[in-house]
């Protein structure tokens, strides 16, 4: 497997003999100070250019990066949008384990669509294209703090998504349910234990890409107690895991409410969670709720 240097190195000289190429970007955990460095980890570049028509042309010119075991043209989906005139990549999984997800783009759509990202950094630059740029950081992943309005709307969208998740369950249909759980409760609840863990750092921290940081930011219990919310097929491990979910959403919405001196619905949560613990017990011949 190459090693970094290596493939920065291929990325750089690349660049540097093709004059259709005027900078270099670097995106992504590569240039995260406070990211985990591993084998996984992507080399997400930016080929800044003129235009990208001939590139597309001539494919064969990503051959030079090594020996592929298989590709994506992203732009190319039929379903999802792009403009391959200003934007155009391969993303390449290498026969040595590596994987690059390279893009050629106009200066103006990274202009546009890259450079508010904070990770990023300019490897090459011959034009001064992006002169005086500051160095990579994480700053604009810090979870965001929230008002009175965000909070409650947060909490209004978890407690009543949670209605979706009885009626699933109930009527035993486990692709609605699941979606449930993982689509409409679970984004709510990562959302307030984000806003839990960062507030020790006035707001200065990332949970990372869908929390994968977060078990570095708050206590063992709770880490343990979010992944106690996942859950396989079965019914009633699927009614156990929204039990628990509840639980944890409530006690970490207190606990945010009362640090950021918010006001938090106990009566909406309280009506809610009767209302999941009464379809919980409902018979399958039920013909009323209440």
């Known amino acids: 497997m190459r090693t970094e240097r290596e493939m920065l190195d291929l990325i750089l000289s690349t660049a540097r003999e093709d004059e259709r ?10 240039t995260n100070p406070n990211a985990p460095k591993d084998l996984f980890q992507d080399y997400d570049v930016v080929y800044v250019v003129g235009e990208t028509a001939s590139f597309q042309q001539d494919k064969s010119w990503i051959d030079r990066f090594g020996e592929r075991l298989y590709l994506q043209y992203p732009e190319d989906h039929p379903v999802y949008p792009s403009d391959r005139e200003h934007c155009y990549g391969w993303l390449i999984q290498f026969a040595d384990g590596n994987r690059l997800d390279l893009h050629v783009s106009t200066y103006d759509w990274v202009a546009e669509h890259d450079a508010q990202d904070s990770l990023f950094s300019v490897l090459l630059d011959k034009d001064g294209l992006f002169a005086g740029r500051k160095p990579a950081d994480d700053s604009a992943h810090w979870v965001q703090k929230p008002d009175q309005a965000l909070f409650s709307a947060e909490c209004n969208e978890f407690w009543w998504c949670l209605n979706n998740l009885c009626k699933g369950l109930w009527r035993e249909e486990i692709p609605y349910a699941q979606w449930c759980l993982n689509d409409l409760l679970r984004p709510q609840l990562l959302k307030v234990l984000s806003w839990k863990a960062a507030i020790p750092t006035d707001f ?80 399958r011949d039920a013909k009323e709720i209440f």
């Open 204 to 283: 200065h921290s990332s949970v990372g890409k869908c929390g994968k940081y977060l078990h570095r930011m708050v206590d063992k219990t709770v880490w343990e107690a979010y992944l106690s919310t996942y859950c396989g097929p079965d019914v009633g491990e699927m009614w156990a895991a929204g039990e628990r979910m509840c639980d944890l959403f409530h006690q970490t919405a207190m606990e945010v409410a009362e640090k950021l001196r918010f006001d938090y619905d106990l009566t909406e949560a309280a009506n809610s969670r009767m209302f999941f613990d009464k379809v919980r017990q409902l018979p």
């Open 21 to 30: 190429i005027r900078a270099v970007i670097l995106e992504g955990s590569r």
